[in-house]
């Protein structure tokens, strides 16, 4: 069973940039599908970006053009890199892997 570990968050101003690490305890090579969710206070958790193992990514509409998500798959990482972060960013984000295996979030605040 893989394990995820977020990395990364943290306070910005906005506009500024932050890099989220995913770390797997195992093989990711294997997983079809990693992604990057988020959820903010009171809202739903929802999809931010993901990647497939040809490297096809797919982003939410809000984050498009701002955020790039990436994976490694001989280190076993899966990276997110978000730049001209917005207030509405702040959420806590989480790491997926085949819509089953989640980490434990990553805290990230945008202030004004």
């Known amino acids: 069973q893989v394990q995820l570990v977020e990395s990364g968050g943290g306070l910005v101003q906005a506009g500024g940039s932050l890099r989220l690490s995913c770390a797997a305890s195992g093989s990711i090579l294997s997983r079809s599908v990693m992604g990057w969710y988020r959820q903010a206070p009171g809202k739903q958790r929802e999809l931010v970006a993901v990647i497939i193992r040809s490297g096809a990514t797919n982003y939410a509409a809000s984050v498009k053009g701002r955020f790039t998500i990436s994976r490694d798959n001989a280190k076993n990482t899966v990276s997110l890199q978000m730049n001209s972060l917005k207030p509405e960013d702040t959420a806590v984000y989480y790491c997926?892997?085949?819509?089953?295996?989640w980490g434990q979030g990553t805290q990230v605040t945008v202030s004004s």
């Open positions: 997926n892997a085949d819509g089953s295996v």
